[in-house]
T-cell receptor, first 113, second 112 residues
Framework: DAMVIQNPRYQVTQFGKPVTLSCSQTLNHNVMYWYQQKSSQAPKLLFHYYDKDFNNEADTPDNFQSRRPNTSFCFLDIRSPGLGDAAMYLC????????????FGQGTRLTVV | KQEVTQIPAALSVPEGENLVLNCSFTDSAIYNLQWFRQDPGKGLTSLLLIQSSQREQTSGRLNASLDKSSGRSTLYIAASQPGDSATYLCAVEGRDDYKLSFGAGTTVTVRA
């Protein structure tokens, strides 16, 4: 059974139209991450949470926001998607910090038209 | 800032050959290193986690080594099969920031 679930798997949005990607986990893990991955590139960290403590990467564009209303759910909001935001968005969880395995969802492929 | 490099970017081998994938990182202050597999258009599947105090970890045909002082890890896949074709990524968790920093991956093709 999938432990980290991302919805939708594929998302097509119009240029400038807000979009929300979701991630849920059944593992009760404290740490959650959002990554952006473009073709043949390393996943790039956008945000991470330790429980409700939110950490925003310095180079994450202001266009990207995140919410974590409870342990199980996390959302990535893109307020005004541009063509350059087309990518695979990956959500990951881990139980805690240090020496624990990270688990990833299947990703959401975002297309901006 | 942690920099993670994987060389080569791509690798093609005949079935049955052993695979050697390399990962290097610039900051040795890590909690652990994790190897992942990614199939096209999919998320990441965890293969092996090596804690900073360990030298190697094994799972089936996979063996990963870690030399923290030199900032290197190697993933060995024995007797490769076409089903091993995928992109393999390594990631390190920093002691200072708890982030997972990734390399760009090595794309492996195993020819039948």
């Amino acid at each position: 059974d999938a432990m980290v679930i991302q919805n939708p798997r594929y998302q097509v949005t119009q240029f400038g139209k807000p979009v929300t990607l979701s991630c849920s986990q059944t593992l009760n893990h404290n740490v959650m991450y959002w990554y952006q991955q473009k073709s043949s590139q390393a996943p790039k960290l956008l945000f991470h949470y330790y429980d409700k403590d939110f950490n925003n990467e310095a180079d994450t564009p202001d266009n990207f926001q995140s919410r974590r209303p409870n342990t199980s759910f996390c959302f990535l909001d893109i307020r005004s998607p541009g063509l350059g935001d087309a990518a695979m968005y990956l959500c990951a969880t881990r139980r805690g910090i240090g020496s624990t395995e990270a688990f990833f969802g299947q990703g959401t492929r975002l297309t901006v038209v | 800032k942690q920099e993670v490099t994987q060389i080569p970017a791509a690798l093609s081998v005949p079935e049955g050959e052993n695979l050697v994938l390399n990962c290097s990182f610039t900051d040795s202050a890590i909690y652990n290193l994790q190897w992942f597999r990614q199939d096209p258009g999919k998320g990441l599947t965890s293969l092996l986690l090596i804690q900073s105090s360990q030298r190697e970890q094994t799972s089936g045909r996979l063996n990963a080594s870690l030399d923290k002082s030199s900032g290197r890890s190697t993933l060995y896949i024995a007797a490769s099969q076409p089903g091993d074709s995928a992109t393999y990524l390594c990631a390190v968790e920093g002691r200072d920031d708890y982030k997972l920093s990734f390399g760009a991956g090595t794309t492996v093709t195993v020819r039948a």
